[in-house]
Structure formats: C-alpha cells, structure tokens
Nanobody
Framework: QVQLVESGGGLVQPGGSLRLSCTASGSIFSISAMGWYRQAPGKERDLVAAITITGRTNYISSVKGRFTISRDNAKNTVYLEMTSLKPEDTAVYYC??????????????WGQGTQVTVSS
C-alpha cells in the first residue's frame, strides 16, 4: 500500500528558505520518477519539480534557479530545497510519482501535504 508523508512546511518571510521532505512507502518510490506538486487556494494542483530514478531533474520556469529537487533512494525520500521564496509560492505542497507530461492522477493516493506560507 502506498503511503506518502510530507513535512517541512511553515511560515517564512519573502526571500526566505525552506526544505521539504517526503517519505514514500510501497513500491512507488523505487520504480517511479517523483515530483513535488503544489496547490494554491482556488487553483488546480500542479507539478513544479520532478526527478527521475537516476537523478535527472526538471522544473517549471517560475521556480527554476530557486528550487532544487533531490532524492535519497536508500531512504525512499525526496526533498525540495526552496530558496528566495515569494508570496506566490504560497500553497500546499505534495509529493507523488510523476514527470512533466505524465503527472499523477488526481484520483490516485495523495498524502496530507505540507503548507508553505510566504508572507511578511
């Protein structure tokens, strides 16, 4: 059974940094590219960063250069290092399998997410 547990969110001032973690159980991690998604109030959940099993990464343009995704396959954990945070980064962040053009389905299992709020 898949389980995804996200952590590390919080309230941070503009320009600040946060590091998110997601631990996955089940077979999803060992066979999948993994991604970080975010959902702002009133908006759809979107993929913002993804990493393959071998470490290739990709990002949406608005976070490129500010966010870094990484994974520790031995720990079944994927990370998102976020720097130079902006108010528009405020959202609930989720991890799940996926790559750009092949995102996780909305009706698949999702964890509880972790809230990131960027505000002064």
């Amino acid at each position: 059974q898949v389980q995804l547990v996200e952590s590390g969110g919080g309230l941070v001032q503009p320009g600040g940094s946060l590091r998110l973690s997601c631990t996955a159980s089940g077979s999803i991690f060992s066979i999948s590219a993994m991604g970080w998604y975010r959902q702002a109030p009133g908006k759809e959940r979107d993929l913002v960063a993804a990493i393959t099993i071998t470490g290739r990464t990709n990002y949406i343009s608005s976070v490129k250069g500010r966010f870094t995704i990484s994974r520790d396959n031995a720990k079944n954990t994927v990370y998102l290092e976020m720097t130079s945070l902006k108010p528009e980064d405020t959202a609930v962040y989720y991890c799940n399998r996926g790559w750009f053009g092949a995102v996780a389905e909305e009706d698949s299992y999702w964890g509880q997410g972790t809230q990131v709020t960027v505000s002064s």
